[in-house]
């Protein structure tokens, strides 16, 4: 064949495929003869792939099993991405703490940009760097959303939609309900009470936001798909597999949900003296509607389903070990009686702030924290932290690590109690919501939700598993998708307790 005759694409492909181990050959030879520290320790990388065959779905998991041969601060190679994996509450702190500012930076992928890219400095959770802006965006969500004063204003609207749920579940008596669903409905509308003061939801499928779950699904799916274009960037400006574009759409059907109500705020900033809700604020403080966008997505993202998601371990926990149900249920007897569960009870609940500490021991809805960015070269532990690698925190290997936990796949409440050990990012063995920096603004209104929900669920009914189901029986396993759900809906039955 004359080399006429070769279609044009397929000697295109041919010239990438030999141009392609370039950039690697130079970085292997960079990295020869640099007088830093090596990497951390890893499993061996092939050309051009590196890792990529050894990931999979459950990836939180098979981390883990790498780091128990590597050791708790190791790296892979991912395309020609360096990806740098902490396992131990040692290395967590050397990122989160020792080296903060350095590594705090965020990898921006190509797949699933901010709204617009010029936007990213109004990103709260995936700016690039904590600069100015995102300090701002970090103190209006503080002031007039997570703050004390923020949260009290809101109490009797939090109170009222878990009261509704409540009633529905005890309207459901009797009857197999799948109880992440139900409780979705519940945490969409208290945060869409304290942005929008708007319920999304109701409990017959309707409402403004009904399709708002199944595109923040669709989200997270996206986030978990291998993007070829963030793991070799001379790829970066095509799209093959139309990642990009699907997440594009996502975006655009989100914000279509509430798009209508900033409309008609706008139309009212002129005759509204004192603001009620989150919009308001950001109105009155000058946010064009595109700014507004994008914050109200992330809050919608990073806040509702891991709510949701600890909520569903929780009671899945308690079920599973019915000592600890009969432990909280005996507590919550004690304090609060046959009356209705109050925010004003939880700091009386030693017990229940237990179970939802050992939940997030055990099943971190975030498992591998958000993934953090080096700034700048850096040293950790003796090795090399390149520039511009990610860095992933594993939160769930060190929340499983029999060298930490004793009895560590058990749910144990009991070890919280009496216990220094807290959520605030202080201890390193236990930092669900991160540490540093980075962490969650949010971490003061999921510490009041979460245990406020379960509790009311376990005060107000007894639950049953379907078809008469020994609550030894039930399926604990779970199913990573950025987040960690459970595998299998919990299905249970409700039955009065009053």
Excluded at 202 to 217: A, H, N, P, S
Excluded at 228 to 235: A, N
Aim: proline letters at 6%.
């Amino acid at each position: 064949m004359d080399q006429k005759d070769i279609p044009l694409w397929k000697t295109d492909m041919i010239f990438f495929l030999l141009l392609f181990p370039i950039p690697l050959f130079f970085r292997y030879i960079k990295h020869v003869f640099s007088k830093n520290p090596p990497l951390p320790p890893g499993p061996f990388s092939w050309p051009i792939i590196g890792n990529i065959h050894q990931m999979g779905r459950e990836l939180h998991s098979i981390l883990a099993n790498l780091a128990r041969v590597h050791g708790p601060l190791m790296s892979l190679r991912l395309g020609t991405q360096t990806i740098i994996v902490a396992s131990s509450p040692a290395a967590a702190r050397e990122i989160l703490k020792t080296h903060d500012k350095t590594l705090s930076g965020r990898p921006l992928s190509h797949a699933t940009p901010v709204i617009n890219p010029t936007l990213n400095n109004f990103s709260i959770g995936f700016a690039i760097e904590c600069n100015d802006h995102w300090r701002r965006l970090r103190a209006i969500c503080k002031a007039e959303l997570f703050s004390a004063k923020a949260l009290e204003s809101k109490k009797m609207s939090r109170e009222k939609k878990v009261m509704e749920l409540i009633g529905f579940l005890g309207s459901k008596e009797g009857k197999v309900v799948n109880l992440g669903e139900v409780v979705y409905i519940t945490v969409t509308d208290i945060l869409s009470n304290a942005l929008f003061s708007v319920d999304f939801l109701d409990f017959e499928g309707q409402g403004i936001g009904k399709e708002l779950r199944k595109l923040l699904t669709e989200d997270a799916e996206l986030g978990i798909t291998v993007n070829l274009s963030d793991l070799y960037p001379i790829l970066s400006g095509l799209d093959f597999q139309g990642i990009r574009k699907k997440s594009k759409e996502i975006l655009g059907k989100l914000i279509t949900i509430w798009e209508d109500i900033i409309k008609e705020r706008r139309k009212q900033e002129s005759v509204i003296s004192d603001q009620s809700d989150f919009l308001d604020a950001l109105i009155k403080d000058g946010y064009t509607n595109d700014q507004i966008n994008q914050l109200i997505v992330e809050l919608f993202i990073a806040g509702i389903d891991t709510s949701i998601i600890a909520i569903e371990w929780g009671v899945a926990n308690l079920m599973k070990n019915q000592d600890a149900m009969h432990k909280l249920r005996d507590e919550l007897d004690r304090e609060i009686g046959t009356d209705n569960v109050k925010e004003s009870h939880l700091a009386h609940l030693p017990y229940l702030q237990a179970c939802v500490n050992e939940t997030l021991r055990l099943q971190p809805p975030g498992p591998l924290l958000l993934p953090h960015r080096a700034l700048q070269t850096c040293q950790v532990m003796g090795y090399t932290v390149p520039r511009d690698s990610q860095i992933l925190v594993n939160m769930w290997a060190i929340g499983r690590d029999p060298m930490i936990w004793n009895d560590s796949l058990s749910f144990k409440p009991e070890r919280f109690l009496d216990s220094s050990l807290d959520s605030k990012g202080n201890n390193f063995e236990y930092i669900p919501f991160s540490a540093g920096r980075r962490i969650c603004p949010g971490q003061s209104l999921a510490t009041m939700q979460v245990p406020f929900i379960l509790a009311s669920l376990v005060h107000s009914f007894d639950w049953f598993l379907p078809g008469n189901m020994n609550s030894t029986e039930l399926d604990m396993n779970e199913k990573f998708t950025i987040t960690l759900r459970k595998k299998q809906p919990l299905q249970l039955i409700p039955r009065g307790r009053k």
